[in-house]
Every structure is written in C-alpha cells, then in structure tokens.
C-alpha cells in the first residue's frame, strides 16, 4: 500500500487547496478583528476576604474570639493554601487563598464552602459581632475609572450626578460592574448638649424612644368595601429636618421641643468614609469593570461616546476627569506589539529573500499570513484575547513557524536544481522532511508544555504563550505541506545546473570549506567534545553572576504610593499629611494627573495590583506620569520627599507589576505564638536585612502599639446608682461617636439620623471624667463618680498566617539588584538565629523569591512528563536509545549561549527567560532530530557512516542555518522589550551557539558514540 503523501494530494487536488487557502485567508482576517482584546490574559483570582465586625473590641479580643474560630473552621477548606487575617479594634478581615493548582472551575464551589463553614459557626461567635460579610470579587479589575469634581457642590449633590452616570454607563456594551468610590453616607444629627439634659434631668433613652416611636413603618389597617380596598396611612413619619425640630418630648411632666433642646443638622459621615480626591480636589469616583472576552478598546470607545452625552448635562461646575485609561493603555500595547510584529515579519522575509531569492522567499512570506491566519482562527475559537501574553508569544512563534516552510521551499528548490521536474521536487519534502519535520515541530511544542501545564499563579498568566506558540507550530506544519508545497509549484521557476550532478550544488566554495570544518571536528572529536564540555561547564559556573527576577516591573506610567501613619492614628492626621505630599505635587510638569483615595486603596484597576487592608491611618495616590522618563523622575522625587520630609509616615512608591503581584521584594516572615516574642526576633531579622547594603526602606507591617483609656467601673457604686457596663458603654458611644436610631426616608434613599453629643472631642481625654452620665434613678452624675480612668497600650492591629501570628520585615531594594538575589544574600546570614529560636517560631523567605520559587516548583513538577514526551517523540521517530541519546544531550548547549547573552546584554534571568529557555531546549533538539535523521537516511542508503555524517552536516547545514536565523533575528525587534526583552535575548544566544555547535559537536559526538573511523 502506497504511504499518503499530503504534499502530492494536495497538488493531485490544487482547487480543494485554493479554496482551503482562500477560507482560511478570509476566517483568519475576521476573526483577528473579532478577537477580544485586554491588557492582561483572563487570570482567575483565588482570593476571598471574609470581613466582620464587632464594635468595643479590641485587636486582641477580635483575633482570639473571632479570627480564630472561622480561620480554625475554614482550615478545612479543600484547596487551600493559606490564611491570613488582620485584627484591629472593632474588626478583622480574613484573606482565604486557595492553592495555585486548583482548577478554575472549582473556585467558586470553594467560595460557597467558606460561607458554609462560616455560617456552621456563626452561633459559636460573641454576641453583638456585626457579620460575616463575604467578598470572593477581590479580585475583579475595574481598568476604566473616572473622577467627578464639582466646585460649589457637595458629597450628596454630587452623588446624584454620579448615579445619573452610572445609570447611562450599565447600559453600554461589554459594561460588566460599575462601583462608585468616595461616596459619604448622609446623616441627620441630632447633637444634644449633655449639661443641658442634667439641667432638666431628661433621660437621653427618652429621646431615641420618641424618635424611634415617632417614625415608625407600622401597618394601620385597611377597609373593605364592595367594590374598593381602602387603605388608611397614618402620619407623623419624618419627612424633613423641620419635621424633626418639631417632634415633642415629654419628661418630668414638661413637654420640650426637640429644636428647642438639640441641634438638629443634615451632613456626612463622621469619621469620613473611604475618600477620594482628584488631583487635591474633593472628588467621587466611577470604576467600571468589563465583562470577560469583552474587547477593552471597544469599551473605551463606547464609554467615551457615552460620556459626551452624560457630560452635556451636568451643570457647570461639575467636570469628569480620567483616571485610570485602560483602552488607551492597551491600544498603545496593541499597536507597540504590532509593529514589532511588523519589524519581525519583515526581518524574516528579508533572511528568506536573502538566502532563498525572491521566488523561493516569496512562497516563505505567503506562508506567514497563512500560519498567522490559522491562529486568529484557532484563538477566537478557544477564547484567547489578544493581551501582553499573546501578542509576545506571536512574536517568538513568528521565527519559528516559518521553519517548516523554508524547509520545504528549500528542498523543492534544491530538488528542481538538480534537475527534478516541478511536481516530483514538490512532493519529495514530504517524503524526505515531513515526519521529521513533525517530530521536530512537536518537540518545540513540547519544550513549551511546562508553561501550558504549570499549575502556579505565573504559569496561568503565561498559559497563553504555550497555547499561541503550540497553535502555530502545527499550524506551520500543516501549511508547509499542504499550501506550500502548491504555492512552490506555481511560482518556483528554477534552471537545473548543467550536467545534473545532483551534488553539484555541494561543491561551491562555502560548502567545500564547511566540509573540511566538519572532516576536522570528526577527525578531532576528544578534542571537540572537551572543548565543548569546558564550555558548558563554563556556562553553568557564569551562570551565577546572572541577576535573578520574578517578574519586571511593568513599563505603565502609573506609581503607586502608599501612605502609613501608626497604628491608630485618626483619619484627621492621614488627611493631614496627604494633604502635605498633594501640596508638592501639585503642579509638577511630570505629573499628568494624580488620583488619592484615603481609608482604602484604590479599586484593583489592573489585575496584578496589589491591595492593602483599609484602615483610618492608610491612604493611597495613583500618580500618573506623563510618560516612562517622567515617571522615573517622580519615583526619585517621591522617595527623596519621605526620606527627608515625612517622619510620621511609612511610605512606599512603586510602579506596577508586570506579573502575579508580591507587595515589597524582599520580605521575611517571622511567626510564633507569643507577640513580644516575636516582635524581638523581627527587631533581630530588621537589623540583619538593613545590614545589607541593597536594602532600603526597612520596615515591619506590625509593630505598633495604640492608645486605650480603660474605665474601671466601681461596680458596687453604679449598681447602687442603677447603672451597668453595657449601659455605660452605650451612653458614652452615643455621646462620643454618635448612634443611628431611626431613618428619614426621602425617595429612594434612606438617611440614618443620628443621636448624639453636642461637643467635639475633647483634646484632652482627661475630660472625660467631668461627662455627665444618666442613671437609673433619673439623676446624672460625673463620670469620675463611678468609674476611675486608666491609660494603657494595646495591640494596633495583629497579622496573623495559618491562625500564627506573624510580623514580616519589609524592604525596598535598588534598581540595579533584582529581589532573588539581595534575598540570597540575605537569607544565610539568617541562620545562625534560625538556630536559636525556641519550639513553634520560625523565619521563612516571603516576597519576589517566595513567589518565584513556587512557580519554579510548579514547572519543575511537570518537568518529567515533558521529558517523558520528548523522549516519546524521538523514540517514535529515531527507533533508537542510541541516537535518541545523542539528541539529548544537545539540548543543554543552549545554556553557553544563554550565559553570555544575559551577562553582555545586563539582563536578569526571571520566569519568562526561564520558559524561554526550557523552550530553547526543544528547538535545539528540532535541528538535531533533523540532522541525525539525515545520518540515519544516507547510511540506510549504502552509504559508509563516516561520509554520511559529514555529507549530512553539510546538506542540512543551510536549512537549519536558515531556520535557526529566521528564530534568531525574529527575536531582535523583543530585546528592547522590558517583559520580553530578556527571554529573546536568552533565545537568540543560546539558539545562536547551540546551533553552530549542532552542526559541529554532533558529528563529532556520533562518530565517537559509534566508533566510526574513516574508509580507507
């Protein structure tokens, strides 16, 4: 039976192929436009926050009464990884993080199960606790947010506009969430003057239960006629302010106004809740989220089209700013990506031109729009978006999927060179190069596997590249024998060489001294096998002055400045040193805009941001340069202002990371059951790591201790006055902090009216004693009277990991130095107090290394299947342990090129080189799969060993030289490239000296693995 040759089926059936072409051609294009498009790939986020509250206590109370109970039960979570909380008075947020290898589909069945557990125990927790409220949208990216300033208008009027705004915004396509940020709760006061209530002996109970009375929802029945249901509705509901003013209280006989003893005034939360100002204005905010597979530029010009409509009626006065442009930021990506696509594509064309000639190259660059074609198609079919990931993987696999094609167009015109007819030279690649080819196709393929199958956070952000570069591979093989052997026939019009010596062709000058390169390396293969283990082994020892990095930093103009006060501290003092860092910037010519959000972070407007828990003493300003050179500029200024002008604040300027996000880069965690404990052991880890001299900015993210006032109630004494604790604390939280006892309804919005004390806090908490507390027997009496005052120190806020507390010692490090390897530095000299800490405390390396060497487990864990895969292939295709060996161990001869590459260029080695690299492995073996393949072909042939190797070197020479350029100076338009730029750097040198060696050391190799000698 005759073997299926789909290069001759495809020339015995040239209109199907025509047709495939066109469809393929047309479905390609549309789909391309079709495709969505987003910054980032689509990530899932295994990430929940449980949040609960229970106003009166203190950090340490809520961590042992409630953070304990629900972290202790949701240890039983299937999946999880770890837990960390954060206690602080009167509330804790507990972060639940799934393991990095749970499917995606299982997260939300994960998520269902904390609220089950949670609610299993919810009788279990103290009384009065407000809660559990679940949060498992952590992680959803609002890439669209926008800022409504408005002079002369308050939060309230404001608000009216943002809604009307939000309201047009859900209605545009692909809008998926729309939060509104900065927004203050309306209040209606009621300040009672606490002396004035002891001069007419009124009990302030009297008053919320009059109000409470007053303007109470109870149904008043209705009447049935026979032909109508009458209802009856009662009056007295507030309705105003006024309304209010105007409500009588009745107490010791005497009937009082409640205008007449109370100030009655509408305004807004106080304490402010999370705030948000534009550029130091007073501001609201609009973040807008996007549907998934949603197209981000589209968006943008949709919401845009939107806005012209919604500003056109907005009074003046009220203006609409961009803060966070996420169409922009991804059509400026989209277009950097195509172009350097373009200046990809047109570097290959021009090696194809060059070395093929204008017929032959011509049929190469048909290929390209064809493989290109077939991948648009593919990736709208299965989902994938053009994003950072994508697009760079279609980079790397443009100089690769041309290799198939340039194969085949080469042997063809060889063929026809020597004298074959057009049909006959067509078909003969496939006969000759087509499983090889495949085989080499698929071992590239394999070499990518460990991203596509790496179960971490970073190897989900970079599924895309395997799945891109996959695609195209066996979608360049398909073209290069199917279509290209078709397009070869009808363009390729080559003259045979007179004589028609087939081998002619090999008789050129070049060839004649490559020839005698090869003769030398085999007559000399100890010495050429020594050579080249020297160097590897030189290469491995290099190695190690290569910086190591998780992921770079990203190249958007946006710094993230984060602002920490102590533990404690008021939002008046935060709102007072913002004010202070607004003041210098603005009006910095650096400075596009800048956006301060104070009480919370900003919405995760880019999926890998990192977000702190609120807090009164924590504010947060995204500073948007106006390009990359300013931003640099402003990172320097920022830093210079809180080293020198800032000492009651922890600050921290960053720009935004390119990948899975790790807070500070150098980190170490200190953990053990006994706080004082371990606050000395991270005072000992601080003073190791700021002995490093990389580290800045050292710090811990806990230490403080915050003010209390404990009341020692004299109980004998209050019982006898018909007071008790709960009653005090409730007297005193209604006068201090206000409390909410009923609600004015006014349209669709409900504001709490609020009871309480008509003084400001005063500066000196030692008045409080003088506060006139309400008794039982109708009297009120100094607070002095039945409770003494006692200042002491608590816990500000307790972090705890896996239900341990823990501190962990924060530093920022240089430009210049990566994360891993100031942490290498550092870790060791940890060891000698490693060795003396007591049973139950431990150190452990948190930060860019922690994360980095997660995802390095997780490639390391499929490490084994894709050897096994790649051994499977050249198995399938070799049939032989021997030679299969000899391609083996080729592989690692990229890492000589590698080494020199990184270290001459002053390039880190992160995860993406990494993948990169462990790809570069598969390439290598391509080429020489190919040439042991053509080995084995000649010495089948009759052929003597010795002269098939060298004659093999030699015919193959020019095909694996030009598919190894074409990869090579494919990479060149990525060097430039800060996520990029250093794994094409790793490609093209490895790929460069391990090629030169394949066709060298191999033919060496393979006469000393066989013992072959030259004929006599």
Not at 823 to 831: E, F, G, H, S, V
Request: with cysteine; glycine share 6%.
């Amino acid at each position: 039976m005759k073997q299926l040759n789909l290069s001759e089926w495809a020339l015995r059936h040239q209109d199907l192929v025509k047709f495939f072409i066109i469809a393929v051609a047309i479905s390609g294009l549309l789909s391309y436009f079709k495709l969505g498009q987003a910054e980032d790939p689509a990530f899932t986020f295994r990430g929940m926050v449980v949040s609960v509250a229970w106003p009166g206590a203190s950090a340490r109370q809520i961590e042992e009464q409630v953070a304990d109970k629900i972290e202790r039960k949701l240890q039983e979570i299937p999946g999880l990884d770890f837990i960390q909380s954060f206690s602080q008075a009167g509330q804790v947020q507990i972060f639940i993080n799934l393991r990095d290898d749970v499917d995606p589909t299982r997260v939300a069945d994960a998520w269902y199960q904390v609220r089950k557990k949670t609610s299993d125990i919810r009788h279990t927790l103290p009384e009065g606790m407000l809660g559990p409220f679940f949060n498992d949208e952590f992680g959803d990216t609002y890439g669209n947010v926008y800022a409504f300033t408005g002079k002369g208008f308050n939060y309230a009027e404001l608000k009216t506009y943002v809604e009307d705004a939000r309201d047009v915004l859900l209605k545009v396509p692909d809008v998926a969430k729309i939060k509104v940020i900065g927004a203050q709760s309306e209040k209606v006061f009621v300040q009672i003057s606490p002396s004035k209530l002891s001069q007419l002996g009124i009990d302030p109970r009297l008053i919320i239960q009059t109000l409470q009375t007053q303007n109470a929802m109870a149904p008043a029945g209705d009447i049935q006629s026979h032909s109508d249901q009458v209802f009856l509705r009662v009056t007295g509901d507030f309705i105003s302010e006024e309304s209010i003013r105007d409500i009588g209280i009745s107490a010791l006989g005497r009937t009082f106004r409640l205008g007449d003893i109370a100030e009655v005034k509408r305004g807004f939360a106080d304490p402010p809740e999370q705030r948000m100002r534009y550029n130091g204005q007073p501001a609201l905010g609009l973040a807008i989220s996007m549907q998934r597979g949603g197209n981000i530029i589209a968006l943008g010009k949709h919401i845009d089209e939107a806005l012209v409509g919604i500003k056109r009626n907005l009074p003046i006065g009220v203006e609409v700013h961009r803060v966070a442009d996420q169409p922009k930021v991804v059509k400026e990506s989209v277009n950097e990506f195509v172009q350097t696509l373009i200046e990809a594509i047109v570097i290959v064309l021009a090696v194809s031109f060059w070395s093929l000639g204008l017929r032959s190259g011509t049929v190469v660059a048909i290929a390209i729009p064809l493989v290109l074609a077939m991948v648009f198609l593919t990736m709208a079919i299965i989902g994938i978006d053009l994003q950072k990931i994508s697009l760079g993987a279609l980079i790397i696999a443009l100089g690769l999927l041309v290799d198939d094609a340039i194969i085949a167009v080469e042997m063809m015109a060889l063929k026809m060179e020597q004298g074959w007819d057009r049909f006959k030279a067509a078909t003969f690649a496939y006969t000759s190069t087509a499983m090889p080819m495949l085989t080499g196709t698929l071992i590239t393929v394999a070499g990518f596997l460990p991203v596509g199958l790496a179960k971490s956070a970073a190897g989900e952000y970079t599924f895309s590249m395997f799945a891109v570069v996959a695609i195209a591979l066996v979608a360049s093989w398909i073209v290069a024998v199917l279509f290209t052997p078709y397009i070869g026939y009808h363009l390729l019009k080559i003259k045979p060489q007179t004589g028609h010596d087939e081998h002619a062709v090999y008789q050129k000058p070049f060839y004649v001294r490559f020839r005698a390169l090869v003769t030398w390396c085999v007559n000399h293969r100890k010495t050429v096998m020594l050579a080249t283990a020297l160097s590897f082994v030189a290469a491995v020892a290099g190695f190690g002055l290569v910086q190591q990095q998780f992921f770079p930093d990203s190249t958007r103009p946006e710094i993230v400045v984060d602002m920490w006060l102590k533990q404690g501290a008021s939002y008046k003092a935060t709102e007072s040193e913002v004010a202070r860092l607004e003041k210098m910037l603005k009006g910095d010519a650096d400075i596009d805009n800048f956006a301060t959000y104070m009480g919370a972070p900003t919405p995760r407007f880019v999926l890998v941001l990192d977000e702190p828990p609120p807090g009164t003493n924590y504010a947060q300003i995204i500073v948007t340069a106006k390009n990359r050179e300013a931003r640099e500029r402003l990172m320097k200024k920022i830093e210079d202002i809180f080293n020198t002008q800032f000492p009651l604040v922890l600050g921290h300027a960053t720009r935004l990371p390119n990948g899975p996000p790790v807070g500070y880069p150098v980190q170490f965690r200190v953990s053990g059951p006994d706080l004082v404990q371990i606050r000395q052991i991270a005072d000992e880890v601080g003073k190791v790591v700021r002995a490093n001299p990389y580290t800045r900015n050292v710090n811990l993210n806990w230490n403080d201790m915050t003010k209390a006032l404990r009341l020692e109630i004299d109980q004998d004494k209050a019982r006898a006055l018909g007071v008790n604790s709960q009653q005090l604390s409730e007297t005193l939280y209604a006068l201090l902090n206000g409390i909410p006892v009923t609600q004015l309804r006014e349209h669709d919005k409900q504001v709490d009216i609020v009871l309480r004390a008509k003084f400001e806090m005063p500066e000196s908490l030692s008045a409080l004693k003088d506060i006139n507390v309400f008794t039982g027997n109708n009297q009120y009496v100094p607070l002095s009277q039945i409770a003494k005052l006692k200042y002491e120190a608590e816990e500000g806020g307790i972090w705890r990991r896996d239900r341990v507390p823990v501190i962990t010692v924060r530093a920022d490090i240089p430009d210049h130095v990566q994360a891993p390897t100031v942490t290498a530095m550092i870790n060791p000299k940890l060891d000698a107090l490693r060795a003396k800490l007591p049973a139950g405390y431990a150190i452990t390396v948190g930060g860019a290394q922690e994360s980095s060497s997660k995802s390095q487990a997780s490639i390391n864990a499929v490490m084994p299947l894709t050897v096994l895969s790649i051994l499977t292939l050249l198995m399938l295709q070799l049939q032989s342990f021997s030679r299969t060996m000899l391609v083996l161990l080729t592989a690692p001869l990229g890492i000589v090129g590698v080494t020199i590459s990184l270290l001459v260029a002053d390039k880190p080695f992160g995860f993406v080189a990494m993948l990169g690299v462990i790809a570069l492995a598969g390439m290598i073996m391509r080429n020489s799969v190919i040439l042991v393949d053509q080995i084995q072909q000649d010495i089948a042939a009759g052929q003597h060993p010795w002269t098939a190797i060298i004659e093999s070197a030699v015919r193959r020479f020019r095909p694996i030289m030009l598919t190894a350029l074409a990869a090579i100076l494919g990479m060149i338009p990525l060097w430039g490239n800060t996520f990029w730029g250093p794994m094409a750097i790793s490609i093209t040198g490895g790929l460069l000296v391990a090629t030169l060696l394949t066709l060298l050391f191999l033919p060496a190799l393979y006469a000393a693995w066989f013992k072959i000698q030259k004929p006599v």
